[in-house]
Nanobody
Framework: QVQLVESGGGLVQAGGSLRLSCAASGRFFSTYAMGWFRQAPGKEREFVASISWRGVTTYYADSVKGRFTISRDNAKNTAYLQMNTLKPEDTANYYC????????????????WGQGTQVTVSS
């Protein structure tokens, strides 16, 4: 069982930056691939980024490629999402998720989810 708690969301102006954190409980965090997803009001939850259990392989949605960076610190049981050059269309509730398999962009692949943290980007 893995419990995930996101933090770091908030209100930021367009062009600004935020770093989201996802703290995981449990002994086996380092064996899980991690992903970040987001959901804007009235829209479906969508993939943002994922990272393999060792942190070697990362994937990004085209909409955030070059602006967002996913990382992890297995010693701290924490995954991160550094978000730069934020745009109003990045406004959403951001969720982290853990997958015992390979991770990737599919929501259904993930076994555990956090409660989310709100990111609001003003124009």
């Amino acid at each position: 069982q893995v419990q995930l708690v996101e933090s770091g969301g908030g209100l930021v102006q367009a062009g600004g930056s935020l770093r989201l954190s996802c703290a995981a409980s449990g002994r086996f965090f380092s064996t899980y691939a991690m992903g970040w997803f987001r959901q804007a009001p009235g829209k479906e939850r969508e993939f943002v980024a994922s990272i393999s259990w060792r942190g070697v392989t990362t994937y990004y949605a085209d909409s955030v490629k070059g602006r967002f960076t996913i990382s992890r610190d297995n010693a701290k049981n924490t995954a991160y999402l550094q978000m730069n050059t934020l745009k109003p269309e990045d406004t959403a509730n951001y969720y982290c998720a853990a997958d015992i398999q390979g991770g990737g962009s599919s929501l259904s692949a993930y076994d555990y989810w956090g409660q989310g943290t709100q990111v609001t980007v003003s124009s």
